[in-house]
């Protein structure tokens, strides 16, 4: 009777009860032309569904400890984004072109300055100096930049295919070395050196627990887990019910259609960026980063071998070379954040500066 009256109790909160209603909401709007009083609904409901995901990648995280926690959160939204982004090319037919690369730029523009951004400006606000290990920090940055560089840099330079492609056999070279890279990264992140990612005192030794919560159940573990994919099922795809207002909306303002992709990216992103500033208000900056650069490094390890998956059966052009200003954007992302990483120390400045490369981001695909 204790555990089902336990179960009872963990059913009956709002995390549970809120991404249960953003699906049924998905579920009735899905494919639909919503109005403008239903479009507000559904939006309240994806704010919600973020909330609830946040709350049970936490509960997850304090149960397997870190880098765990951040890995599942990461891989759990990529792998829906990555299902939405093929659900959309197939329905988009030629039109989409693009959407595989202007998404998975989004995504790493959005977390390696954005979120990483936000979370060194919240940490060094904290603590005056936010603390992390340039090690492991160091190598997920390496990783990423290394993956952007081999599927979204050389195919405007090779010259198999016109029009910034990638021949068959490139887009397989492609596929297996971002998946062989990305599986590398994450056994050295959760095995082989798992002390490189765990979080840091100001003093540079490793942080203790210091949470003083019991961790949680099986039970409620396990209930989490299948509530955070609800919720990220949820997030995604009222962002993708809620799209053709925010295209009406762009279409509306005269903003390049670019501006659509970064606002959905945005939303799709919201759990991972909720998770980390709150991370870092704890003064745990080394799990902020973790999720910042992992959710990067993951939408390109794993959007990238699903796509060129999907091209099999895929009809029109797969476009995933980056234009110049593109390309300047990531180089200037690399070295900033090579510079921020290498002292393992960083200040508001910093946090400063990787929000200006994101704000330059953003104004550039509203005026590019």
Known sequence: MNARAALRSLTSRWTVVVPLIAVVALALSWGRHLPGALVAVVALCLAGAVLAAV????????????????????????????????????????????????????????????????????????????????????????????????????????TSRPGSQFSPAQLAFAAIASLAVYALFVGVQTVRHRDYFLPLTQEGELKKDDTHAPLPGRRATALSLVMLLVALVAVVGDAKAVSPTIESGVESAGLPQAVVGVVIALLVLLPETLAAVRAARRDRVQTSLNLALGSAMASIGLTIPAIALATVWLDGPLVLGLNAVHMVLLALTVVVGALTVTPGRATLLQGGVHLAVFAAFVFLAISP
């Open 55 to 158: 709350h049970h990648a936490e509960v997850i995280a304090h149960r397997v400890g870190e880098p765990f926690g951040s890995l599942v959160l990461a891989v759990a939204v990529t792998v829906i984004e990555v299902a939405l982004i093929v659900t959309l090319m197939i329905d988009g037919g030629s039109g989409t072109a693009t959407l595989a690369r202007d998404t998975v730029f989004a995504a790493v523009m959005i977390t390696c300055n954005g979120i990483l951004g936000l979370c060194l400006l919240v940490g060094a606000l904290r603590t005056r100096v936010a603390v992390f290990n340039a090690e492991g920090t160091g190598a997920a940055l390496a990783t990423v930049a290394t993956l952007a560089t081999l599927t979204l840099v050389f195919p405007t330079f090779t």
